[in-house]
């Protein structure tokens, strides 16, 4: 980690080493910005999602207790100060002072508790708190973490950002899933959702920025919302977002096409923000439905896919092409598995399936057409399957019908084509948490895996927990857990006039004005 908590009865606060001051320009409230995304969020509870659509409407809303900084190391958010026990079982939260949710009520250590106990229980993503033996608010300002065993990384696994625990009301605790009311404590308050249109947000003014920092700093840091509105619209198409972008009805688009890129890329009323590799293109693998419970049938699959042929269709020729779950130049990046991946091999996975006593049965390709890329790369894997020897069925859904089948091994899917944004941006345990643990998505037990992902957790150095996150990649290639195709490069694209925007992994709307 790149920020080191105490481990004596000094407290220490993890204040975000990477922390951007804001340039000294003329910043000016007022106005509404309007935001073109390819689709709207299934849910604004993001307890309850992964869904990057969400994100970027939720994120201007929520905030953690301990939240990624720039250089995604964990940085202290609502908390004032972390103290952890010289044994590592302890962690002793003090809640920063002056902090109202969007109804006005203050928030204290026991609205804590009940996010971090409904997230327990709810979350997506709520192994991350199994190592966790008990929580408590012995008072107002104190929340206390003990764990079951020391872990390493758990300041790294509960700051990710990939299913964040924000902060909900107490009264909020017993919500099912999606059904939680949208009141956070962030620059940003709900105003309405339409579920096959937009969201609309207001300024809070109630709002109490983080005077620790000067400036933005990944999720956290000095945060001030200088625009009256923020209004989120789906726009699925490209060339609308495009137009949108051009007219100036739309001041930021998270999605740039690349030919419109080259298009305007002279344009001086526009600023492009290429991201390089933005997400893996990639599809679970249902081991639960036959035929994909044979690993011989899954790895005629696995060998006989072109991913160059595919990612040159779903991302326009703006892609990379390399075997790790981890980007190139970060600390866990390696090629275990690589001997699986793009081997391209037509007649081999032809002759492995016919030997494998395949009988015709339908495979099912769960896919999403808001995201055009991933819709379009389906489409890709679906025809070359065909000429594999599988019958295949492309099965277009909405993200919320997806969320929903995901979960259960015997709703009809065989492949569900996504996007792995956020795992390879804040580290090894998002990028493969989805193969671990009871609500893995191959949906067949692997203790071997489940062992791994353990041991990367525990791991005392970073030298072990690599060597940890390599074996777990290998087997996610040897098992055919994922399908990973490629690296997608995602140009975001901003009005001139829409100062203080910088890209992340999401729109940052904070610390921005129209001019």
């Known amino acids: 980690?790149?920020?080191?908590?105490?481990?004596?009865?000094?407290?220490?606060?993890?204040?975000?080493?990477?922390?951007?001051?804001?340039?000294?320009?003329?910043?000016?409230?007022?106005?509404?910005?309007?935001?073109?995304?390819?689709?709207?969020?299934?849910?604004?509870d993001m307890h309850f999602t992964t869904n990057i659509a969400a994100r970027n409407v939720v994120m201007q809303m929520y905030e953690q207790l301990i939240t990624r900084d720039e250089s995604n190391a964990p940085m202290l958010e609502l908390a004032e100060s972390l103290t952890e026990a010289a044994d590592g079982l302890t962690y002793t939260f003090k809640v920063r002072k002056g902090i109202k949710f969007h109804n006005g009520k203050?928030?204290?250590?026991?609205?804590?508790?009940?996010?971090?106990?409904?997230?327990?229980?709810?979350?997506?993503?709520r192994n991350d708190l199994e190592p966790v033996a008990e929580m408590s608010a012995p008072d107002a300002d104190t929340f206390v973490i003990k764990l079951k065993r020391k872990v390493p990384m758990f300041l790294e696994q509960i700051s990710s950002f990939a299913n964040p625990i924000v902060i909900y009301p107490a009264e909020q605790k017993d919500r099912e899933g999606g059904k939680a009311d949208p009141i956070g404590t962030g620059p940003y308050q709900h105003v309405e959702w339409m579920?096959?249109?937009?969201?609309?947000?207001?300024?809070?003014?109630?709002?109490?920025?983080?005077?620790?920092?000067?400036?933005?700093?990944?999720?956290?840091?000095?945060?001030?919302?200088?625009?009256?509105?923020?209004?989120?619209?789906?726009?699925?198409?490209?060339?609308?977002?495009?137009?949108?972008?051009?007219?100036?009805?739309?001041?930021?688009?998270?999605?740039?096409?690349?030919?419109?890129?080259?298009?305007?890329?002279?344009?001086?009323?526009i600023v492009l923000h290429p991201v390089q590799r933005w997400w893996i293109q990639m599809a679970f693998v249902n081991h639960a439905n036959p035929p994909f419970d044979k690993l011989e049938v899954r790895r005629a699959m696995q060998i006989g896919l072109d991913m160059e042929e595919i990612m040159e269709i779903a991302a326009d020729g703006a892609y990379d092409l390399?075997?790790?779950?981890?980007?190139?130049?970060?600390?866990?990046?390696?090629?275990?598995?690589?001997?699986?991946?793009?081997?391209?091999?037509?007649?081999?996975?032809?002759?492995?399936?016919?030997?494998?006593?395949?009988?015709?049965?339908?495979?099912?390709?769960?896919?999403?057409?808001?995201?055009?890329?991933?819709?379009?790369?389906?489409?890709?894997?679906?025809?070359?399957?065909?000429?594999?020897?599988?019958?295949?069925?492309?099965?277009?859904?909405?993200?919320?019908?997806?969320?929903?089948?995901?979960?259960?091994?015997?709703?009809?899917?065989?492949?569900?084509?996504n996007g792995l944004g956020t795992g390879p941006a804040v580290g090894p345990l998002a990028a493969i948490t989805f193969m671990n643990g009871p609500t893995k998505w191959t949906h067949a037990p692997d203790?071997?895996?489940?062992?791994?992902?353990?041991?990367?957790?525990?791991?005392?150095?970073?030298?072990?927990?690599?060597?940890?996150?390599?074996?777990?990649?290998?087997?996610?290639?040897?098992?055919?857990?994922?399908?990973?195709?490629?690296?997608?490069?995602?140009?975001?694209?901003?009005?001139?006039?829409?100062?203080?925007f910088t890209p992340y992994r999401i729109p940052r709307l904070w610390n921005v004005w129209l001019e």
């Not at 203050?106 to 993503?125: C, M």
């Open 322 to 417: 390399q075997p790790g779950y981890q980007y190139p130049g970060t600390p866990y990046f390696n090629e275990a598995g690589k001997q699986f991946y793009n081997v391209r091999d037509r007649k081999k996975a032809q002759e492995m399936l016919k030997a494998s006593g395949y009988k015709g049965e339908e495979i099912v390709l769960m896919t999403l057409p808001a995201y055009q890329g991933i819709y379009d790369g389906s489409v890709v894997v679906g025809e070359q399957l065909k000429d594999i020897g599988f019958k295949v069925r492309l099965d277009p859904v909405d993200l919320p019908t997806m969320g929903a089948r995901h979960p259960k091994p015997d709703s009809g899917w065989h492949l569900s084509f």
């Open 447 to 500: 203790p071997t895996f489940d062992a791994l992902y353990a041991e990367i957790l525990q791991g005392e150095t970073l030298e072990a927990r690599k060597a940890s996150f390599a074996k777990a990649q290998e087997r996610i290639y040897d098992q055919v857990m994922m399908l990973k195709f490629g690296d997608l490069t995602k140009v975001m694209g901003a009005r001139a006039n829409l100062k203080g």
């Open 106 to 125: 203050a928030l204290t250590s026991a609205d804590v508790l009940a996010s971090w106990q409904r997230f327990q229980r709810i979350g997506t993503l």
């Open 1 to 44: 980690m790149a920020l080191y908590v105490s481990r004596s009865l000094v407290s220490l606060c993890l204040l975000g080493a990477v922390a951007f001051a804001e340039p000294a320009l003329a910043q000016k409230k007022g106005g509404t910005a309007v935001i073109g995304q390819e689709a709207g969020p299934p849910t604004l």
């Open 195 to 269: 579920a096959d249109s937009h969201v609309k947000l207001k300024r809070y003014d109630g709002y109490t920025p983080d005077t620790r920092h000067k400036g933005t700093s990944g999720f956290g840091g000095f945060k001030v919302a200088w625009l009256d509105e923020l209004d989120f619209r789906y726009v699925k198409e490209g060339v609308a977002r495009v137009a949108g972008l051009e007219t100036g009805q739309l001041h930021m688009v998270e999605d740039v096409p690349t030919k419109s890129a080259k298009r305007l890329k002279d344009n001086k009323a």
